[in-house]
């Protein structure tokens, strides 16, 4: 598993041919519901597993809060609390401190999409039986982030798959098990004591 994996951490993919479509208007009103559910104020935790063109599969558990996550898979651990982000490879126990712009940090948190619907994006979305299936697509075509998927449950407007175009590759990330939690700030922030002989490498 290469880093390129957990620098495009989560996003995700359905088919999307629904039965009813929704107008743009409805379409921001259901992202609108959705960044709602999610931008809890405790925090939220849930699965997930990824899988990409030329990138392989993992799986692992992602805890977010705002703009803020934590992502652990069995071969690294992701950390980002809203500025910075920490990557620790297990492989070869190093620590790369970044700072990731909007497009990096939107294919590193599968939720990122709640800050990035409002601006910049042509938006439909379809339903199909107990869910709403979005689309977005950049109106500027040299943005990174090209496409969209989303595929939403209509109780509880929490999303379960989501699938970004980033060039001609496509990465799809299935969420599940989705609960609420009040999460300390601290927990998005690597701490070194935890890592004592990792090599750390500064790459800002």
């Known amino acids: 598993m290469n ?15 629904g039965l009813k479509a ?17 931008n809890t104020k405790g925090g939220a935790s849930a699965n997930f597993s990824i899988s990409g063109d030329n990138i392989g ?13 934590v992502a652990h898979s069995p071969q690294a651990t992701i950390w980002y609390n809203g500025k910075t982000q920490w990557t620790y490879m297990k492989s070869s126990n190093e620590v790369n401190i970044t700072t990731p712009n909007e497009a990096k940090q939107a294919v590193m948190n599968p939720y990122a999409f709640v800050t990035i619907y409002k601006s910049g994006y042509n938006m439909s979305s379809s339903t199909q039986g107990n869910n709403y299936k979005v689309y977005l ?3 500027n075509t040299k943005r990174p982030l090209k496409e969209l ?9 929490v999303p379960s798959q989501v699938k970004v ?5 496509w990465l799809t990330i299935n969420i599940t098990n989705f609960q609420k ?18 090599e750390v490498i500064d790459l800002r």
């Open 165 to 169: 175009l980033q060039g001609k590759n």
């Open 137 to 139: 697509t950049a109106q």
């Open 3 to 17: 880093k390129k994996l957990f620098t495009l951490l989560f996003f995700i993919s359905a088919c999307f041919t």
């Open 149 to 157: 998927y989303l595929l939403i449950n209509k109780k509880t407007y």
């Open 181 to 198: 939690k009040k999460i300390s700030d601290s927990v998005f922030s690597f701490n070194s004591k935890e890592y004592p002989s990792a």
């Open 22 to 38: 929704q107008t743009p208007s409805q379409t921001m009103q259901i992202l609108d519901k959705t960044a709602a559910t999610l």
């Open 57 to 69: 599969k993992t799986s692992g558990t992602i805890t977010v809060k705002k703009n803020k996550f």
